[in-house]
Structures are given as C-alpha cells and as structure tokens.
Antibody, heavy 120, light 111 residues
Framework: QLQLQESGPGLVKPSETLSLTCTVSGGSISSTSYYWGWIRQPPGKGLEWIGSIYYSGSTYYNPSLKSRVTISVDTSKNQFSLKLSSVTAADTAVYYC????????????WGQGTLVTVSS | QSALTQPASVSGSPGQSITISCTGTSSDVGGYNYVSWYQQHPGKAPKLMIYDVSNRPSGVSNRFSGSKSGNTASLTISGLQAEDEADYYCSSYTSSNTLAIFGGGTKLTVL
C-alpha cells in the first residue's frame, strides 16, 4: 500500500525559505505512470496546487507561485522535496504531498499533511 | 487563473440525494475530461472520490457519482449518510503548464 509522509520544520521566519520533504513508501517514485505533487491549505481555507514533478525531473508549477517554488526529486531515497522562498504569513498552511496520474488524473493517495507556520 | 466555482454550502437529510456543482471555463472543466472530486473531514487529508469526471477509485461507495456538462461538473451523493458530512472540493486540469486548479470547496451538512 503506497504511503506518503511529509517532513520538515513547522516554523519558518518571514523572508526565509520553507523546505519540506515527502517520503514515499510501499512503491517506487520512479514509476513511469505517475507524477508527484504538493498542495497546500491555509487554515480554514481551500486547497491550492503548488506544483508537481515527474521522476525524470520535469516540473510543473502554479503560475502564481512559480517565481518562488522549486520542486526536486531524489529517486535514490524515494523522496521529493519542496522549497518555497521569501515566505510571508500568507504562506502559513498545511502542506500535503500526493501522487497523481498524468493530466491531473486525481491526487491519490495523500500524505497526512504538515502545518507550516510563518512567524518571527 | 481563478479557482473553480462551487457553492459554499449544501445540505440534505439522511437518505436524500444532493448535487454539488463546479463551474469553470472552456480552458479547464469544459476543455478536458480531467475533473476530480475530494472529500475532506475536519483535520484530515483530502480523499479522492471521483477522477476523470465520473470514475470511482476502488473502495469508494457507488453512492458517489460524477458528471459534466459544458463548463460545469457535478458530484452527486445519493442515499445521504451522516458520515458524508464533510467539505468537498473539485479540481480540474487546465493546461500543459498548470496541472491543477481547485474549487473553493463546499461544506455538506447532513441534517
């Protein structure tokens, strides 16, 4: 059974870089059939797609965040990572990682999510 | 890109059917058969309920069904149960560079 788990600091200072890692277990991140994505949800608000990566390293980003986002993959560790630079309080959210089929064929499964708070 | 439009809330009594709409444009919902729906209970991660407009993942009850007409997709839940009370989000593919946009979410209350 495929499982995803987010990890990283729960508190980040304004203007710094948020860094999270998603560890995939029960399956290979090198599968040619899937993409790996990051989605976030500010407290009490809706979902926002951040970006996705293919095992080969091809990346796709939300245009509204593209200038600040970098997603990378480490196939040797079965992990993919998110970096979001120059964070502000507006970036405070629960960050989820998830697998999805090409062309957004449904995000499934999801990690449990990790709350990242941006505060000094 | 603007989020897809969903009603803020819907409600229904146990046993009844409800439908949640998700309105986009010809550049997303109307242009591709890549609409998915998610159920989210408080404090939990979203769960995929429908993908590719009308397909149910293994393990999802057949009380959940999806459809699309023009730029509007719909999620129908029949035989409402108390456990269906949750937030529901739609999502659509939009273009080769923007893989996903989400709706604002709909809170379903089972009366």
């Amino acid at each position: 059974q495929l499982q995803l788990q987010e990890s990283g600091p729960g508190l980040v200072k304004p203007s710094e870089t948020l860094s999270l890692t998603c560890t995939v277990s029960g399956g290979s991140i090198s599968s040619t059939s899937y993409y790996w994505g990051w989605i976030r949800q500010p407290p009490g608000k809706g979902l926002e797609w951040i970006g996705s990566i293919y095992y080969s390293g091809s990346t796709y980003y939300n245009p509204s965040l593209k200038s600040r986002v970098t997603i990378s993959v480490d196939t040797s560790k079965n992990q993919f990572s998110l970096k979001l630079s120059s964070v502000t309080a507006a970036d405070t959210a629960v960050y989820y990682c998830a697998r999805h089929a090409p062309f957004n064929g449904g995000f499934d499964p999801w990690g449990q999510g990790t709350l990242v708070t941006v505060s000094s | 890109q603007s989020a897809l439009t969903q009603p803020a809330s819907v409600s229904g009594s146990p046993g009844q059917s409800i439908t949640i709409s998700c309105t986009g444009t010809s550049s997303d919902v109307g242009g591709y058969n890549y609409v998915s729906w998610y159920q989210q209970h408080p404090g939990k991660a979203p769960k995929l309920m429908i993908y590719d407009v009308s397909n149910r993942p293994s393990g999802v009850s057949n009380r959940f069904s999806g459809s699309k007409s023009g730029n509007t997709a719909s999620l129908t839940i029949s035989g409402l149960q108390a456990e269906d009370e949750a937030d529901y989000y739609c999502s659509s593919y939009t273009s080769s560079n923007t893989l996903a946009i989400f709706g604002g979410g709909t809170k379903l209350t089972v009366l």
